[in-house]
């Protein structure tokens, strides 16, 4: 069974700095796209930020400018979200999202998961 964990939420102050952190526990074969999402409390979850296996990433217009910057660790299969001068707007509930395939069932199988989610909460 494939669990991502999520690490590195919590408070900060406007303008300040947090990394997000995420990886998948239990048996993998590859992991495609990964990705951050966020929503708040009424809202559809929306796209922060998502990496390719080889690099390639894109963001949302609301964390351009550098103010997100998503990266990947290939040889510890984890994701990173490093947030600066975050915003009290940027208060959400933060969660991973990766494409894995795995070797469960007939020929194996690829598909999403998600974390378990982190707060993260900006404070003006």
């Known amino acids: 069974q494939v669990h991502l964990v999520e690490s590195g939420g919590g408070l900060v102050q406007a303008g300040g700095s947090l990394r997000l952190s995420c990886a998948p526990s239990?048996?993998?074969?590859?992991?495609?796209?990964m990705g951050w999402y966020r929503q708040a409390p009424g809202n559809e979850r929306e796209l922060v930020a998502d990496?390719?296996?080889?690099?390639?990433?894109?963001y949302a217009d609301s964390v351009g400018g550098g103010r997100f910057t998503i990266c990947r660790d290939n040889a510890k299969n984890t994701v990173y979200l490093q947030m600066n001068n975050v915003k009290p707007e940027d208060t959400d509930v933060y969660y991973c999202?990766?494409?894995?395939?795995?070797?469960?069932?007939?020929?194996?199988?690829?598909?999403?998961?998600w974390g378990q989610g982190t707060q993260v909460t900006g404070l003006s």
């Open positions: 239990g048996s993998i074969l590859r992991i495609n796209e």
């Open positions: 999202n990766a494409r894995i395939a795995t070797s469960d069932g007939v020929g194996g199988s690829i598909r999403d998961y």
């Open positions: 990496i390719s296996s080889g690099g390639n990433t894109n």
